[in-house]
């Protein structure tokens, strides 16, 4: 799927129309919405003052790809802030039938839904539905392909600042595993040179990492160790293998055993260096239970962070 027109996301004013990636958001907006994130507090874990706030917005989670943080988080966080909100299951629904996305979601915005949260196996897929929508109905994009998930790169960047703080420009990162087949990846690149991430290093299996030209202002390191060493911020990525072809790696054991984080490897790291992982986790195939679970790992607060930054972009999207 490709877009016939092309999709602005940003307004002229550079507030958001709708967001489909980071990549060119400023860092002036990136701010903004890790801000009002960081402002709803207790809200954001089930409070009930925000209720009106989008009141009468009819929000759609249109999921074409398996979910479990990513839809239930944009549903908590538009029924957090009082929209209608519609849980669309593919799975039993007209697709299976043959239906195109193009012709579902236009079914669902005949009823009068004007928000969409779109997850599809297609790269540039949500920009197409937007394309194909009318004036005013509103897309965000919750992962398509291994294009872009710009709610996952902002409550990444989110976590990272509550823990260490907003100058990221002090700050060394290390990305590790499969980045090559990764939407999260692509995203927090984005979103770490916007912010000024001061070195960030990428690490995996050759046939695992992208091209060239994805790796700007990164460095690549020869292995595990020389990526972990005295870095502030580890995130870790889920082996892909739905979007892979055979033989990219030669065993989960060769695997781990070269790239998995286990808590002898994360002792390179500097002391209070933060674990991250957008999750699920193939645990001992990327990472090692007592790190997942260690004090180390922030990835269930990663989760916490998510309903927060989806609430901020609902709003700056929705709001009147
Ligand atoms: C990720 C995704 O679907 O892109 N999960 C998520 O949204 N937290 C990462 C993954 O599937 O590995």
């Given at each position: 799927m490709?877009?016939?027109?092309p ?11 709708h ?9 002036g ?6 801000d009002?994130?960081?402002?709803y ?9 925000l ?6 917005r ?36 007209s ?23 779109v ?43 509550r ?36 070195e ?36 870790m990525?889920?082996?892909?293998r ?23 490897r ?11 992982h ?37 709003e700056?999207?929705?709001?009147p």
């Amino acid at each position: 799927m490709s877009p016939v027109h092309p999709v602005e996301q940003l307004r002229p004013d550079g507030r958001l129309r709708h967001l489909l990636t980071l990549k060119g958001v400023p860092a002036g907006t990136l701010t903004q919405l890790l801000d009002a994130a960081d402002a709803y507090g207790a809200d954001a874990s089930g409070g009930t003052a925000l209720r009106s706030r989008l009141a009468g917005r009819q929000v759609c989670t249109l999921f074409f790809e398996a979910s479990t943080r990513t839809r239930s988080s944009f549903y908590l966080a538009a029924t957090r802030l009082g929209a209608d909100t519609l849980n669309f299951d593919v799975s039993t629904s007209s697709t299976t039938k043959g239906e195109t996305a193009l012709d579902t979601m236009r079914t669902i915005e005949a009823m009068g839904v004007d928000c969409f949260i779109v997850r599809h196996a297609e790269n540039d897929a949500v920009a197409a539905l937007a394309a194909g929508a009318r004036p005013g109905t509103v897309f965000v994009n919750a992962g398509d392909g291994r294009a872009a998930h710009p709610t996952q790169g902002l409550l990444d960047m989110l976590t990272v600042r509550r823990h260490k703080g907003r100058e990221f420009s002090k700050l060394r990162f290390a990305i590790v595993g499969d980045i090559r087949h990764s939407r999260v990846a692509r995203t927090d690149l984005h979103a770490l040179r916007t912010l000024g991430a001061g070195e960030i290093r990428v690490c995996g299996p050759a046939g695992l990492l992208p091209d060239a030209h994805e790796l700007h202002g990164c460095t690549v390191a020869p292995d595990l160790d020389a990526a972990l060493d005295g870095v502030d911020v580890v995130m870790m990525l889920r082996l892909q293998r739905e979007r892979m072809q055979e033989g990219l790696v030669p065993s989960l054991e060769a695997y781990y055993a070269a790239y998995g984080l286990s808590p002898e490897r994360l002792r390179r790291a500097a002391k209070d260096a933060i674990v991250m992982h957008p999750g699920p986790m193939n645990r001992c195939v990327e990472i090692a239970d007592a790190v997942a679970d260690g004090a180390q790992s922030v990835i269930l607060e990663q989760v916490a962070n998510g309903v927060a930054v989806r609430m901020a972009v609902l709003e700056a999207v929705l709001a009147p």
